[in-house]
Nanobody, 125 residues
Framework: QVQLVESGGGLVQAGGSLRLSCAASGLTFRNYAMGWFRQAPGKEREFVAAISWGGGHTVYTGSVKGRFSISRDNTKNTVYLQMNSLKPEDTAVYFC??????????????????WGQGTQVTVSS
């Protein structure tokens, strides 16, 4: 049973930073690419970032490039999302997800078979 547990969300002022963490269990973590998605009220879940199995390749959605950074520590079975220069439009529930393969390239919800419960990020103006 794959378990993904996000943490690190909260309330932050615009321009501030947060680091989200996703702790994984029940899988061979290092074999899989990992991703972050987010979902704002009334909107579809959208891709944010993904990282390859070894951490050497990353991909970001255009709205977060230069502000967010995804990383992973395979010795700790943890993936991170460092979020800087946060904007109110970043407000959403952020979800950690496991890809179906070890490489990046997937950006669709359907390509990620396992999900965490989400953590709320709220950015005030």
């Amino acid at each position: 049973q794959v378990q993904l547990v996000e943490s690190g969300g909260g309330l932050v002022q615009a321009g501030g930073s947060l680091r989200l963490s996703c702790a994984a269990s029940g899988l061979t973590f290092r074999n899989y690419a990992m991703g972050w998605f987010r979902q704002a009220p009334g909107k579809e879940r959208e891709f944010v970032a993904a990282i390859s199995w070894g951490g050497g390749h990353t991909v970001y959605t255009g709205s977060v490039k230069g502000r967010f950074s995804i990383s992973r520590d395979n010795t700790k079975n943890t993936v991170y999302l460092q979020m800087n220069s946060l904007k109110p439009e970043d407000t959403a529930v952020y979800f950690c997800a496991k890809d179906s393969s070890g490489i990046v390239g997937h950006t669709n919800v359907a390509d990620f078979p396992s999900w965490g419960q989400g953590t709320q990020v709220t950015v005030s103006s």
